[in-house]
């Protein structure tokens, strides 16, 4: 139904409202994966370029949602491994729900925190745990933007929780001791 919709509006247009949706998620999502603001604005602009040559392509495409993230996935993995390198950035979300009189402070210690565990995770499974948690992808569309079965989403979702948790209880025990 969505891609009938979809077939009937021009296609810039359909790009442009994909834009309009998803240009500040995929940035976010970019710039946590390279850690580069301008290179996070480069492969964001690359996304939405690619998806305008797509012009044949994307009156078909079912979830333009996980496609879009897909796009910018192999973008980003592709300019990491030009640059031979992975890093991890600081966790730069601020939860709606924090109320102003929570210490910033002890808000962004904990914000580094969870980066530093997160970065502790295997790409494999750091990915999936940050398009699901954080960017709010359901695990069919994870599984559509990484090309994998939703079974196989599923279990890295668990593996990543796992290590994370464990990743989580070895700090606070290195703190108490």
Avoid: C
Wanted: aromatic share 10%; net charge negative; hydrophobic share 40%.
């Amino acid at each position: 139904m969505a891609a009938e919709a979809q077939a009937e509006e021009p296609v810039t247009q359909q790009v442009a409202n994909l834009f309009e949706l998803y240009h500040q998620p995929i940035f976010a999502y970019l710039y946590r994966l390279v850690n580069d603001w301008e290179l996070a604005h480069d492969l964001t602009q690359e996304t939405f370029l690619r998806l305008l040559r797509m012009t044949d392509q994307l009156p078909a495409i079912e979830n333009p949602r996980a496609f879009t993230y897909r796009i910018a996935t192999n973008l980003a993995h592709n300019s990491l491994k030009r640059r031979r390198r992975f890093t991890w950035l600081p966790w730069r979300h601020v939860n709606e729900q924090q109320t102003a009189t929570e210490d910033p402070a002890k808000r962004i210690h904990d914000q580094s925190d969870v980066a530093q565990l997160l970065a502790g995770l295997p790409l494999d499974y750091r990915i999936p745990l940050l398009l699901y948690s954080y960017d709010g992808l359901n695990v069919r569309e994870v599984a559509a933007v990484l090309n994998l079965s939703e079974g196989a989403v599923k279990t890295r979702l668990f593996r990543a929780r796992e290590m994370f948790r464990k990743a989580h209880e070895e700090e606070v025990d290195d703190e108490s001791s």
